[in-house]
T-cell receptor
Framework: EAQVTQNPRYLITVTGKKLTVTCSQN?????MSWYRQDPGLGLRQIYY???????DKGDVPEGYKVSRKEKRNFPLILESPSPNQTSLYFC?????????????FGQGTRLTVV | GENVEQHPSTLSVQEGDSAVIKCTYS??????FPWYKQELGKRPQLIID?????GEKKDQRIAVTLNKTAKHFSLHITETQPEDSAVYFC?????????FGTGTSLTVIP
């Protein structure tokens, strides 16, 4: 089954404790991205990657890191989480070739930083 | 960068009526405009999209219109049903980035 898988689904952590949210897709998609969803603010793009070893900042990259060592994986790293990073996070992937730009979203990760 | 505004933030309609959600964008270079539906507790899913070289696209009860000159695009849902109740997001693609609206919570009253 074609899918985007995020882990964990829920995470409660303390300020300053490094964490990683994993994202994996099995559709051989070129493009992957991370979003955070906050009430009243919609979805905001954090980082995106056009292909392996190619990553770029989105609209709200501060406090986040990403890596794309393999085509299928795109982990989101919070080196020193702060309470303002409490949010619902979505990973998404798309083929991004020609007219094939539909984004497929993961199931989301609800992060709470206390 | 791009700025996408979406209205209204909430919308209630009677079952069978139509619903219209409007979005504006700021950068004329944006060329792809998808709409996503997010049911409660679920992930966003694409329901329809339109490209800048097309003015209108329809898929059964759902249609999207684009006015490039005015930089706005709209989602039209006809004959609404209770299962249409969800949050709807518009988005604009500019170069390799996606910019989303703030969402519209649609409630269809049986």
């Amino acid at each position: 089954e074609a899918q985007v898988t995020q882990n964990p689904r829920y995470l409660i952590t303390v300020t300053g404790k490094k964490l990683t949210v994993t994202c994996s897709q099995n559709m051989n998609h070129e493009y992957m991205s991370w979003y955070r969803q906050d009430p009243g603010l919609g979805l905001r793009q954090i980082y995106y990657s056009m292909n392996v070893e190619v990553t770029d900042k989105g609209d709200v990259p501060e406090g986040y890191k990403v890596s794309r060592k393999e085509k299928r994986n795109f982990p989101l790293i919070l080196e020193s989480p702060s309470p303002n990073q409490t949010s619902l996070y979505f990973c998404a992937s798309s083929l991004f070739q020609g007219l094939n730009t539909e984004a497929f979203f993961g199931q989301g990760t609800r992060l709470t930083v206390v | 960068g791009e700025n996408v505004e979406q209205h209204p933030s909430t919308l209630s309609v009677q079952e069978g009526d139509s619903a219209v959600i409007k979005c504006t964008y700021s950068d004329s270079a944006s060329n792809y405009f998808p709409w996503y539906k997010q049911e409660l507790g679920k992930r966003p899913q694409l329901i329809i999209d339109i490209r800048s070289n097309v003015g209108e696209k329809k898929d059964q009860r759902i249609a999207v219109t684009l006015n490039k000159t005015a930089k706005h695009f709209s989602l039209h849902i006809t004959e609404t049903q209770p299962e249409d109740s969800a949050v709807y997001f518009c988005a604009a693609q500019n170069s390799n980035q996606f910019y989303f609206g703030t969402g519209t919570s649609l409630t269809v009253i049986p």
